[in-house]
Each structure stands twice: as structure tokens, then as C-alpha cells.
């Protein structure tokens, strides 16, 4: 017997329906939230799922006295405590979830030059990545320190502070590349940096450092500001 076939059997069948895109998952998102920052260019899907679901999230964390603060301009969002009621105001005080940390003064001295070396970078309409080399940060950070007489050692105290920046999240240490594996390292500010050290913050700043460089020419303990 000879086989035949007619056209329509080499015609393709109907296709078959894509499968839906998975739904937005509201507690992994949550979970995601209260570990840390969540930024799009590292989680597009993720991303996605927030501005989805923005709005059940912001009622969510309201529960726990949080708020969430999401730039879409700068791609990131976090959650941070609400603020606090006016003395006057009969509302009960409800205990923080987020704890404040207060910053030494190098640190916040170092915030504040970061961000106002981002505003210039900013102001001047180039990349949008503003990137650092160590000694560069050194620079920025040792004209306001006291001097020592041990410049080693002054270094190396400035690289604590940069470390403890990027623990805080507002810098980001770039991977080196194989033609510059032994070159001081570099980092990249995050823009993060401007939701925390805003532009009131910053039109107080020769203010703060003029009250920092009396307590160290006096020998005070400098002032501390909260994260």
C-alpha cells in the first residue's frame, strides 16, 4: 500500500495558547522589601511586580508603621518608619520596626560630600552613573578630617568610612576588570543617596560643618546624625 499525504496534512494545526505570565507575588515582593532596597535594574521582574501592586503593598506595610518611598525616575524603592507624631497629637506611639542608626561624623561628612558631588554630576547633564575611584573619595573626604602625622593611617581610617557607606547601601563597589585587577578600586555613588541626604539636608550643610569643625577644634565629641 502506498502512503499519501494531502495538503492539509502538512498544514500546521492551530497553535497552541502561550501560558500566562506568572502573578505577581505579593509576599515574596514584601519580603523582598523588608531585607533591603529593591532597585529595577536588578530585578526587572520584581520591579514590574511593585508598580503592580504598589498600592496593597503601601496599605501592607502601613500596618507596621512603615511607608513605601518609590522612585521610578531613579528605579528604586524601600520601605522606611513613618514619621512621628507631633507631641500634641493623642495618637499612640507605636514601636519602630526600623531601627535609626546614628552615623558617626566621618560618615555623615562623607554622605554629604557624595551627595553633593552627585547634585554637580547631575547638574551637569552626562552619564547617568556617577562613578569614584578610591583615591578620588579620599580626596573629597581629607580636607575636612584633622590631620595626623600618620597619612597611612589617616587612609585607612577614610577607607573604614567608605566601607561603612557601602554597607549602608549608598555606595556600590564595582567588580575590578582583568586590566585593572591591581588599581584602587572603584564605586559607583548610588542614587538612592539622594531619597536619605535630601536637598534641605544639603542647604544645612556649611551650617553642620561649622558646628562639627568647632567640636573638633574644641575637642568635643562631634555630633552624630540618624540613618
Same mark, same amino acid.
Do not use: C
Given at each position: 500500500?502506498?502512503?499519501?499525504?494531502?495538503?492539509?496534512?502538512?498544514?500546521?494545526?492551530?497553535?497552541?495558547?502561550?501560558?500566562?505570565?506568572?502573578?505577581?507575588?505579593?509576599?515574596?515582593?514584601?519580603?523582598?522589601?523588608?531585607?533591603?532596597?529593591?532597585?529595577?535594574?536588578?530585578?526587572?521582574?520584581?520591579?514590574?511586580?511593585?508598580?503592580?501592586?504598589?498600592?496593597?503593598?503601601?496599605?501592607?506595610?502601613?500596618?507596621?508603621?512603615?511607608?513605601?518611598?518609590?522612585?521610578?525616575?531613579?528605579?528604586?524603592?524601600?520601605?522606611?518608619?513613618? =514619621?512621628?507624631?507631633?507631641?500634641?497629637? =493623642?495618637?499612640?506611639?507605636?514601636?519602630?520596626?526600623?531601627?535609626?542608626?546614628?552615623? @558617626?561624623?566621618?560618615?555623615?561628612?562623607?554622605?554629604?560630600?557624595?551627595?553633593?558631588?552627585?547634585?554637580?554630576? %547631575?547638574?551637569?547633564?552626562?552619564?547617568?552613573?556617577?562613578?569614584?575611584?578610591?583615591?578620588?573619595?579620599?580626596?573629597?573626604?581629607?580636607?575636612?578630617?584633622?590631620?595626623?602625622?600618620?597619612?597611612?593611617?589617616?587612609? %585607612?581610617?577614610?577607607?573604614?568610612?567608605?566601607?561603612?557607606?557601602?554597607?549602608?547601601?549608598?555606595?556600590?563597589?564595582?567588580? =575590578?576588570?582583568?586590566?585593572?585587577?591591581?588599581?584602587?578600586? @572603584?564605586?559607583?555613588?548610588?542614587?538612592?543617596?539622594?531619597?536619605?541626604?535630601?536637598?534641605?539636608?544639603?542647604? %544645612?550643610?556649611?551650617?553642620?560643618?561649622?558646628?562639627?569643625?568647632?567640636?573638633?577644634?574644641?575637642?568635643?565629641?562631634?555630633? @552624630?546624625?540618624?540613618?
Amino acid at each position: 500500500m502506498k502512503l499519501t499525504m494531502d495538503d492539509e496534512d502538512l498544514a500546521p494545526g492551530p497553535a497552541e495558547p502561550a501560558a500566562p505570565a506568572p502573578a505577581p507575588d505579593l509576599s515574596v515582593l514584601l519580603i523582598g522589601l523588608l531585607k533591603g532596597v529593591l532597585y529595577r535594574e536588578a530585578d526587572e521582574r520584581q520591579w514590574s511586580s511593585l508598580l503592580q501592586l504598589q498600592a496593597r503593598v503601601r496599605e501592607y506595610v502601613a500596618v507596621l508603621n512603615l511607608e513605601l518611598v518609590l522612585d521610578e525616575a531613579e528605579g528604586y524603592a524601600f520601605l522606611r518608619g513613618r =514619621p512621628e507624631p507631633a507631641d500634641d497629637d =493623642p495618637a499612640p506611639r507605636l514601636p519602630r520596626l526600623v531601627a535609626r542608626r546614628p552615623l @558617626s561624623y566621618p560618615v555623615s561628612l562623607l554622605l554629604a560630600l557624595l551627595r553633593k558631588k552627585l547634585a554637580e554630576f %547631575d547638574a551637569g547633564g552626562g552619564d547617568t552613573r556617577l562613578v569614584l575611584g578610591r583615591d578620588d573619595i579620599v580626596e573629597l573626604v581629607r580636607v575636612f578630617l584633622p590631620e595626623g602625622p600618620n597619612e597611612a593611617r589617616l587612609i %585607612d581610617q577614610i577607607e573604614t568610612h567608605i566601607n561603612k557607606v557601602v554597607e549602608l547601601g549608598f555606595l556600590a563597589r564595582l567588580k =575590578p576588570t582583568s586590566a585593572s585587577a591591581t588599581a584602587p578600586a @572603584s564605586f559607583e555613588v548610588r542614587r538612592i543617596l539622594k531619597a536619605f541626604v535630601n536637598a534641605q539636608w544639603l542647604a %544645612d550643610f556649611d551650617a553642620r560643618l561649622a558646628t562639627y569643625r568647632a567640636a573638633l577644634a574644641d575637642g568635643k565629641e562631634t555630633p @552624630s546624625d540618624d540613618a
